[in-house]
């Protein structure tokens, strides 16, 4: 079974420049999360999906971030502009859905991303 | 949200048992326990979870306190590949995580 998908893997800017990411999560999963792992730290919850829609994005920076699930499947998180502190691992993962007990989350690789 | 507490560290030797422990003393009633790691350079995996019983899987052991206020994750036997960053997360009806700082494993040989 194939794992959770992101690209690219490595990305550099320079500040004020717009980057973004691409996931795609293991099929079937109904429910994709996207998360900031800063250096040092847990990873944070940006945005959660069921299906296409925003369960949850109380944590996203609504003022340069955005992100889409247009068809329920893929999706893209976007920054625009960037800012220095958004150096970071963008962490994708998906699950099957808030209904099954154990609703596992299954990670991406990340993309590293370093602002200049 | 309710929140975890572990020790920044730990260290191990190859071959030994390694108990992780974690404090939830906030836990409410239907927040389950879910213990993740995370590899070097890897997003986190799953390892286990429980709710109120003790459970047992291929990787590890989760051991709950019957207040349920704490919890240890216990590895066996350790090896080289378990040393990693082990994640304890109350996992809320809303089904999110809410990840800490971790515990990161050192397992010398």
């Known amino acids: 079974e194939a794992g959770v998908a992101q690209s690219p893997r490595y990305k550099i800017i320079e500040k004020r420049q717009s980057v973004a990411f691409w996931c795609n999560p293991i099929?079937?999963?109904?429910?994709l999360y996207w998360y900031q792992q800063i250096l040092g730290q847990g990873p944070k919850l940006l945005i959660q999906?069921?299906?296409?829609?925003?369960?949850?994005d109380s944590q996203l920076p609504k003022d340069r971030f955005s992100a889409e699930r247009l068809k329920g499947v893929d999706s893209t998180l976007k920054i625009q502009p960037a800012k220095l502190e958004d150096s970071a691992v963008y962490l994708c993962?998906?699950?099957?859905?808030?209904?099954?007990?154990?609703?596992?989350?299954?990670f991406g690789p990340g993309t590293r991303l370093t602002v200049l | 949200d309710a929140k975890t507490t572990q020790p920044n560290s730990m260290e191990s030797n190859e071959e030994e048992p390694v108990h992780l422990p974690c404090n939830h003393s906030?836990?409410?009633?239907?927040?389950?326990i879910h213990w993740y790691r995370q590899l070097p350079s890897q997003g986190p995996e799953y390892v286990i979870h429980?709710?109120?019983s003790n459970v047992n899987n291929r990787m590890a052991s989760l051991a709950i306190a019957e207040d349920r206020k704490s919890s240890t994750l216990i590895l066996h036997r350790a090896t080289l590949r378990d040393a990693a960053v082990y994640y304890c997360?109350?996992?809320?009806?809303?089904?999110?995580?809410?990840f800490g700082g971790g515990t990161r494993l050192m397992v010398k040989p």
């Open positions: 099929s079937g999963h109904a429910t």
């Open positions: 993962a998906s699950s099957l859905g808030s209904n099954y007990p154990t609703n596992e989350q299954f």
């Open positions: 429980g709710l109120t």
């Open positions: 999906f069921q299906n296409n829609g925003v369960v949850d």
């Open positions: 997360i109350l996992r809320n009806a809303g089904n999110m995580l809410t």
């Open positions: 906030t836990i409410s009633g239907t927040d389950y």
